[in-house]
């Protein structure tokens, strides 16, 4: 199965995360307006009450397409256009015993949730102005009751602290999700890289495989896989030592993507072992790259300490034609560079020994 990337990840958990806070909000919003519009028809306050009863409905409507098409964006910009129309009309008409300011309070959070910072204040500033314009221009008509002027200056003063707080909370969950996503991606990059080498790892490579398999199958085009090991490794090791060893792989790393183009992938598959993937390469091609890897290794030289120290590998050369199996192509590369161990070392074998 294919690793799924980090981002993708991040981005199905915050799509998980917003969709619940969207249901969330739908349901309160539909409970309490269902609640205060019933309570307002059932005292004869027909105009009230069949706006808040509507904009339930209205919300039911909205969590209905939110459920049915997974569309939460479209469902969260519903929720403000219809909660900035319901507190507006509940400012300008004040509601159930002019309480309906107190409906604003909700604005300043949802709106930098459904718009975030930089058009959460654009919103935040216009819908502060309108209020403030509402409640402070004499002889407004659309204002339809009648505010005490202490009450205004202190909803208006307490409105724009809520706002801030909003601000200043939404700028640092934003803050926090960026340093989070920047810690998953360097853990991910980690966790597919060799620490030793810097090349991808043994687990990275075997994913951009399976997507080669399946490129393979849309194109048709053959890549082909090369398998290189060290030659006497382990007599370097035990002669040397550990130290002189990691320095041998770090420079045969660097010398083979110098020497690779771009689209290709060398991966360190384990202990002195490394893998080539060759995209869009046959296998003819595939072992001019092995023999031009071979031949400039062969004159490597790698200081250590006071020594200076040769090199040689042997290599493998698989080409993937669609005639089987990904691991039947890797275990035909390794069967090959195993024969180029068997017959001297320091060369290329691409075909197979009967």
Known sequence: MKIQSVKEHEVNAQAKKQHFLTVLFSVTCIFFLSIFGTHSLYHNKVVLGSVCIGGAILNLVNFAFLRITGRYREACFIILLLMTVLTLYLICSGGSNNTGPLWFYVMPLLTFYV??????????????????????????????????????????????????LAFAFEYSR???????????????????????????????????????????????????????????????????????????????????????????????????????????????EGVEVAERLRETLETLSIEYDTEILGVTMSFGVAEFNGSETLLDCLKRADGRLYHSKQNGRNQVTAINSE
């Open 115 to 164: 718009l975030e910072l930089k058009f959460g204040i654009i919103s935040m500033l216009g819908l502060l102005l309108m209020v403030a314009l509402i409640l402070l221009v004499p002889d407004n008509p659309f204002l339809q009751t009648q505010y005490a002027s202490d009450f205004v200056t202190r909803f208006i003063a307490s409105t724009i602290s809520v706002s801030v």
């Open 174 to 284: 934003q803050d926090w999700v960026r340093e989070i996503t920047a810690l998953n991606r360097t853990l991910e990059e980690m966790s597919r890289t060799d620490e030793l080498t810097g090349l991808i790892n043994r687990r990275d490579m075997k994913e951009r495989l399976s997507e080669e398999v399946a490129r393979f199958k849309q194109n048709k085009r053959a890549f082909s896989i090369v398998m290189g090991d060290i030659d006497h490794f382990k007599q370097i090791n035990d002669t040397y030592g550990h130290d002189c060893g990691d320095v041998m792989l770090k420079s045969i790393a660097i010398e083979m993507e110098l020497l690779t183009k771009e689209q290709d992938k060398v991966c360190r598959w384990g202990g002195e072992e490394f893998l080539l993937l060759l995209p869009e390469t046959n296998l003819e």
